[in-house]
């Protein structure tokens, strides 16, 4: 169907600019250029209406739509409007969408290497770090290899928003040790998965839209999703009182924006362009608005709606690390994942060891001047 608008387009203007000469003796007072209907572009996410992720994808379609000057628009539908919210790699790879706004931890189920590029080991990076790597560091190429040449697959795709850390998530009581988690049906996605299982957990992989529901037949009895504002908008705060940041089940993950490569190919090079840089555009915007929303956020959960927020334990998250120690060694049993992991452990050994060194104690400074706040 893309093609087909793309070709009768193109058609269109070709034949006019044929027929123009023709007939410029008999229409002189025609318009010397016919208006262009703006190209299209179907793009479904992976979240629902309510999820302050669609506003980003939102404001990615805003972007196009002005940096193209109204020559492109993008139709933002919310999951479950085509396909469903795990399912959008094969819509965009089939032609019946022409993009995603989705997190490449979606698709783990095709090929587990997906949750290398968000959701996998935290080798001491953070979201930005990996998204350097991504677009500095090799990241990109590995990700093209596994996606066109693994794979198969008739994508482009772009990492843009390196999201915050994200919560270890919602409990019914507290969960102070390692000893408090067992048998806990949880619910995370990816390697996450993995890595919690190894940690005594029984793990169930669902969309941000069941997960309430879920909880409330008794599926599962924890949970995390992904931040204060997507986890306040679905009701979290309805099933469990206790909510724990600081994690490194997912610490470096960023939005995936899927393109189906016939589509992007078939447009001009300045719209191209434009689809590829707006990704950085909107990168920056959503951190801005997510600095403002998920603090906003977090600040209703623990003043109005009852929520005790907590610190992740020291022993929890040591536990999460040597967790991590023993997966490691199976994924890398596969060579595209060894190689992928390896390029990831060089990036952060160098770019890590300048943040970190570089990096004032914030921490220090914030105590400072609001003394008492944060009790780690």
Do not use: C
Not at 74 to 101: K, T, Y
Not at 129 to 155: H, P
Not at 301 to 324: C, F, P, Y
Not at 331 to 357: I, N
């Amino acid at each position: 169907m893309t093609q087909s608008k793309t070709f009768n387009r193109r058609s269109f203007l070709t034949k006019s600019a044929v027929a123009g000469g023709a007939a410029a003796g008999s229409m002189l007072a025609a318009p010397a250029v016919l208006a262009q209907a703006p190209i299209v572009l179907k793009m479904q996410t992976s979240w629902n209406d309510a999820n302050i992720w669609q506003d980003f994808a939102r404001d990615y379609a805003t972007r196009v739509e002005e940096m193209s000057g109204g020559r492109m628009k993008v139709d933002v539908l919310p999951a479950g409007a085509v396909v469903g919210a795990f399912q959008v790699l094969d819509a965009v790879n089939d032609g019946v969408i022409d993009a995603a706004h989705s997190v490449p931890v979606y698709w783990y189920g095709k090929n587990k290497a997906a949750s290398l590029f968000g959701t996998g080991p935290v080798f001491g990076g953070s979201a930005t770090t990996m998204l350097s790597w991504f677009y500095e560091g090799g990241g990109q190429a590995l990700y093209n290899e596994l996606t066109q040449d693994i794979m198969g697959l008739d994508v482009v795709g772009y990492l843009g928003f390196p999201m915050f850390a994200q919560p270890f998530g919602w409990f019914k009581q507290e969960v102070n040790t390692v000893a408090d988690l067992q048998g806990f049906k949880y619910r995370t996605v990816g390697l996450a998965a993995d890595l919690l299982q190894k940690m005594g957990m029984s793990v169930a992989q669902l969309p941000g839209g069941e997960i309430v529901p879920a909880m409330e037949r008794g599926v599962i009895d924890a949970f995390e999703f992904n931040n204060p504002s997507s986890d306040k908008d679905f009701g979290a705060q309805d099933v469990a009182k206790n909510y724990y940041l600081s994690s490194y089940h997912q610490a470096s993950e960023s939005f995936e924006f899927l393109f189906s490569k016939q589509f992007l190919e078939d447009l001009d090079p300045d719209l191209q362009a434009i689809l590829k840089y707006g990704v950085e555009a909107v990168s920056t915007a959503n951190t801005a608005k997510a600095m403002n929303r998920y603090s906003a956020d977090l600040q209703f959960l623990q003043n109005d709606a009852g929520v005790t927020v907590h610190r992740t334990s020291k022993e929890i998250l040591d536990a999460q690390l040597k967790a991590w120690d023993e997966l490691i060694p199976e994924l890398e049993a596969d060579p595209f994942m060894k190689k992928t992991l390896d390029s990831q452990r060089d990036w952060v050994s160098r770019v890590s060891y300048y943040e970190l060194m570089n990096a004032p104690d914030y921490g220090l400074a914030y105590e400072h001047y609001f003394p008492g706040k944060i009790k780690l």
